[in-house]
């Protein structure tokens, strides 16, 4: 019988939209040690689909495509996930990353939560955080760090009151009482 999840795949899939999905093969072979699996071509060279193999885990990517619901960072501006990578050395992973290109987005330190833990954003906008687990802490432990850690932190800046738009005024003739109409100044 065939299974629902392909062999080697986990219930959750990280896809990736890149700008630029072959330089990314690269890189994350060079940063992050990733194998590639496949890669389907896509229009003009493109790369329409390709999955990779970091340790136990497959991630997808693909190039963005004019018209299609997702977008890569560039054109986002911005990411709104982080790729979370469990390393057996996260020290050497990250200088490892860093490297290849990635920059800096969090340096690492040691979490309340019994990881290791740093932040690298990739030449193609995607976050990463790498971590190597140190040590197990119970739920409770973890709740009282967490709580010390947080009250350590400034807080966080309110946010900006945006002026509400007043709807624009079309141009054009107004009728008076009379019938008349006269042009408005604008």
Known sequence: MVSYIPEGTRTVTPHLVIKGAAKAIDFYTRAFGAREKGRMPGPGGSVGHAELQ????????????????????????????????????????????LGAGAKVAQPLMDMFWGDRFGQVRDPFGHLWSLATHKEDVSRDEMARRGREFMASLPPPRPAKKTAARKPAKKAGRAKKAGGKGKKRRQ
């Open 54 to 97: 970091i340790g136990d885990s497959v991630i997808y990517l693909a190039d963005e495509w004019p018209g299609a619901p997702a977008q890569s960072p560039q054109s986002l501006k911005g990411s709104s996930i982080v790729v979370h990578l469990y390393v057996e050395d996260v020290d050497a992973a990250f200088q490892r990353a």
